[in-house]
Each structure stands twice: as structure tokens, then as C-alpha cells.
């Protein structure tokens, strides 16, 4: 696995929009607050373009990613936002241009698809976390961010001891590739060239605004195709209003994860901070990943890095 160069304050981060668009005064406003930050800026006047809910056509969002990453004073690449659109950018990317400049990239929500396929196919560590759009003023959101993305470090580790209402069904240590991210993204994948590669892996699930049953089918999807057989570890991150005020004809979502997933025999580990909510931890995909049971850690490993 490649892994671009790590930031520091100095360094100039690139924004797109390869998903959803937004008004211009709230991304003016969240700019801002990234600046803030420490970052320099740079971005194109496209970032505002919307057609319907798409922020501009599918091939001048896919061309301003590629310019970012051929762009060699951009240091590393921030989504503007989720909502839809980034799996019909994929086919016109410049691979060789992104194989041969590799960067740190970031997002979540919709650009799981960007993140999985540039793990899968071009061998590119992406970091599954904070967008232009989050709130950066949660200090547990900031701190994984800075940390992470600035390490010049091999390895970085979360202790599960630090973050509240851990529970783990199937306890024992496990290890795999990171994958995942939107657990609607995954399944939507499915049966396409982009799909999610989930053998000897450690997936990543989290969810925003659906139903309980809706939950239950798309874990059913997800087992009904296989994709859950060969993964050697679950971590479930945050559900965003994904519960009911009355569950007198519904299942918890606790019940759900029981039903659904305990039954594979494998560690799973159940509200870890990221996706909607907040904390939003990055987390890099495609990077080795360990949970330590004995020391409840989750140590995170670069297999290589590619620039100092």
C-alpha cells in the first residue's frame, strides 16, 4: 500500500465536490472554519456548481480531482461534503495520474465508493473521516484528524478504553485490511466493478436517517452475497438517527447487529466514533489493522509510506 506524504500546519490542502453540492455561503463559512485550522486553501470556483443535486457534471467533478492531484503544490486532498454522485465520477479518473501522486485524501458518507477504489485498485491509503462540511470545533473529531494526518509514524493506535459505550460481540483479537465506511455505499456497490473487497478484512459500517428494517436489509444483502464470509472483523461505528422513539413493531438495532452478524463467529466491536456523529474518527483505509482484546487497542499500520 501507498501512502502520500503527511501534513503539517504549513501545508496547503485541495477541496472538491465529487458528490452533493451546497449553497455558497455555508461553503464560503466552512472554509473558513477549516482555515482556521491552520491549513492553506485552495480550491476551484467549481466547488460551487450545481446541477440538481449534484455539485456540477460528472466529468468537471471527476476533472477537478484529477487536477488536485496533479496539482504538486497540493499537499492533500478534503471532500466539500457527502449526499451522491461520487461512484459516476470513477470512470473518469486518471489512474496513472493518481498512482504517480499520491496524496492524503479524505472523506466520508458518499465518497466511500472514492475511498475503497482508490484503496483497492490503486493500492492508495484514503482516510475515512472529517469533511469540509464537519464541525471541526469537536476537539476528538479535530485531534484524530491533526494526528493522523500529520504522523510521520508507521503506526497509529485508538484505545477502545478512551470512548464511551463500547461493546464487543465474539471478543477476541483479530487483524485485516481495513475497508468500508457508508453501509448504504457498500451494498450499492454491490454487482459493479467498484464493489468492496471484503476478503481478510476489517469492515467498517456506519449509517445516517434510515429505519431499523432498513438496517436489517441491507446487513441481509451484505450476507446474502457472501461479502461477510471472509471478513475476519466488524466495527461498527456511529447510526445516526437510525432509532425509533417506539419499538412495539420493530427491532433495536442491537438486536439487529445480534441477528444478523453474531451468528459469523467473528469479533465485531459496536459503537467505535466514526461516520455522522461526532467524535468522527479518521481512520485510514487500506492500512493493516489490529485489535489488541488484551489491551483493547485498535493499532492502526502503514504498510509503506511513499514520501517522506
Same mark, same amino acid.
Given at each position: ?14 477541496? =472538491?465536490?465529487?458528490?452533493?453540492? #451546497?449553497?455558497?455561503?455555508?461553503? %464560503?463559512?466552512?472554509?473558513? %472554519? ?40 497540493? #499537499?492533500? =486532498? ?80 485508538? %484505545? ?6 463500547? !461493546? ?9 485490511? =481495513? ?17 468492496? @473487497? ?11 436517517? !434510515?429505519?431499523?428494517?432498513?438496517? @436489517? ?14 471478513? %475476519? ?76
Amino acid at each position: 500500500m501507498i501512502k502520500g506524504k503527511h501534513l503539517n500546519k504549513n501545508s496547503t490542502l485541495g477541496i =472538491i465536490a465529487p458528490a452533493s453540492c #451546497d449553497e455558497k455561503k455555508i461553503i %464560503n463559512k466552512n472554509i473558513e %472554519n477549516l482555515k482556521n485550522i491552520g491549513f492553506k486553501i485552495e480550491f476551484s470556483q467549481h466547488i460551487y456548481d450545481k446541477y440538481g443535486y449534484l455539485a456540477g457534471k460528472d466529468l468537471d467533478r471527476a476533472k477537478e480531482l484529477n487536477n488536485m492531484f496533479a496539482d504538486s503544490s497540493i #499537499d492533500g =486532498i478534503i471532500c466539500l461534503r457527502g449526499g451522491y454522485g461520487s461512484i459516476n465520477i470513477i470512470p473518469y479518473l486518471d489512474i496513472e495520474n493518481i498512482k504517480n501522486n499520491p496524496k492524503f485524501f479524505c472523506g466520508y458518507s458518499d465518497i466511500t465508493i472514492l475511498l475503497n477504489y482508490l484503496s483497492s485498485y490503486l493500492d492508495l491509503i484514503t482516510f475515512h473521516g472529517p469533511m469540509v462540511n464537519s464541525n471541526f470545533n469537536d476537539k476528538i473529531t479535530l485531534n484524530s484528524f491533526i494526528s493522523i494526518s500529520t504522523s510521520n509514524s508507521n503506526t497509529f493506535t485508538y %484505545n477502545l478504553l478512551d470512548y464511551d459505550n463500547i !461493546e464487543i460481540i465474539n471478543p477476541k483479537s483479530f487483524s485485516g485490511k =481495513i475497508i468500508g465506511g457508508n453501509l448504504s455505499i457498500i451494498c450499492s456497490s454491490l454487482g459493479t466493478p467498484y464493489e468492496v @473487497d471484503t476478503d481478510n478484512s476489517i469492515l467498517l459500517i456506519e449509517e445516517v436517517n !434510515e429505519y431499523p428494517y432498513v438496517i @436489517d436489509r441491507m446487513l441481509s444483502q451484505l450476507l446474502l452475497s457472501k461479502k461477510l464470509k471472509n471478513c %475476519n472483523g466488524i466495527i461498527l461505528g456511529h447510526f445516526k438517527n437510525c432509532n425509533l422513539n417506539n419499538y412495539n413493531r420493530s427491532l433495536t438495532l442491537k438486536e439487529i447487529f445480534m441477528n444478523k452478524l453474531s451468528n459469523l463467529k467473528i469479533p465485531i466491536i459496536i459503537n467505535f466514533p466514526f461516520g455522522h456523529d461526532y467524535p468522527n474518527l479518521t481512520i485510514p483505509i487500506g492500512a493493516t489493522g489490529k485489535f489488541s482484546y488484551k489491551n483493547m487497542a485498535v493499532i492502526l499500520h502503514f504498510i509503506h509510506e511513499s514520501l517522506p
